[in-house]
């Protein structure tokens, strides 16, 4: 989903993106049942990229600048996120019913405050029963991000200082990735499965076990192996994951909360750190093949509009149903996506002038303020709006 430093533009990494957001757009549409796995290789992504980041400014510079970071952290990625949730609003007013528009508009201000996830647990909504009426209810997953993005960057700092801070940035990712395993077993035994499902605490052992694949233990280790050896790691690494993807069977899969999500994160890490080595091998190639490649350059774009687009689409449309739909769909997201990235997200990272500096963080405000704005003037949906009024039911 959201790009983070240099290594984002390795081939293979780029395609490995592209290959999860594709799952998930399939899994979002009804057609591959255990696409959401996808999500887990974004937060392996995240953790591992994010790390090398931040351990790579910890050995040039000997400290971590956090405000930086987190500055180009939101400068980044919150003007998208902006303007998809303005934008969706505004359809949602044009065309949604009210209980979907009453619903993001309660929603809008958490994703706003990155934390919708922990809004979702605590008000026991569903995510694989109740999503369908909610239009911001992909974002739990930039939650999650975010809410790493603020950890883990100072455990980073005091962790990885002075002889051997690499070693113990390892060691403390591992080790807290064991007890969110723990936290998810625990969790996960419950008959609505969305704490252990959408809890930054139980989906942190992804996040982690990509930072561990980041820290100089492990790519010490991986930098031993030839490239037919990391062939022959890869190949059946790349080929478990998408079979998990097209054979889990939704969120009842058994052992999926009890070490199957853990062992699919772990599989995503080896192969991250293995394609990051050698990303012109075999499976690097094939991953880092521009189909995948370019999905994986839209990929934060095209994760923050497929889900609104899905649910403002109506089904059937033009008469398409199945596949039909689907592509239609697919095809809109992708659209919205291209164009925000052009308007958006490229003038950032390319640094166009009002990106940068004074100029980005008033872009910035600005995108709030018009998101804030577009929330605050839609009018609120009377409660029970569109239902059967009882009241005139006697009279017919």
Known sequence: MAPASRRAHIGALDGLRGLAVAAVLLFHAGHMRGGFLGVDLFFVLSGFLITGLLLEELAGRGRID?????????????????????????????????????????????????SLNWHFIGEQIGYWNASGTRLFAHLWSISVEWQFYLAWPLVVALAGKGHGGQRRVAFVAVAGAFVSLLLMIR???AVDTTRAYEGTDTRACSLLLGAAAASAPVRHAVARLSRTAVDVICVPLLGGLLASWALTSGETSPGLFQGGMFAHALAGAALIALLAHAPDGLAGRAVGSAVPRRLGDLSYSLYLWHWPVYLLLPRPVAGLTGWGWTVTAIGLSLLAAVVSKIAVEDPVRLRARWATGRRGWVALAVAGVMAAGVWAAIPRPQPGAGTVDVSRLGRL
Do not use: E, K, N
Request: hydrophobic fraction near 65%; avoid cysteine.
């Open 66 to 114: 956090l405000v930086a970071f987190w500055g180009r952290r939101a400068r980044r990625l919150l003007p998208a996120l902006a303007v998809m949730v303005a934008a969706t609003l505004l359809l949602a007013w044009a065309f949604a019913g009210p209980d979907v528009l009453g619903s993001a508009l309660r929603d809008a201000p958490w994703a706003a405050a990155q």
């Open 187 to 189: 969790l996960g035994a």
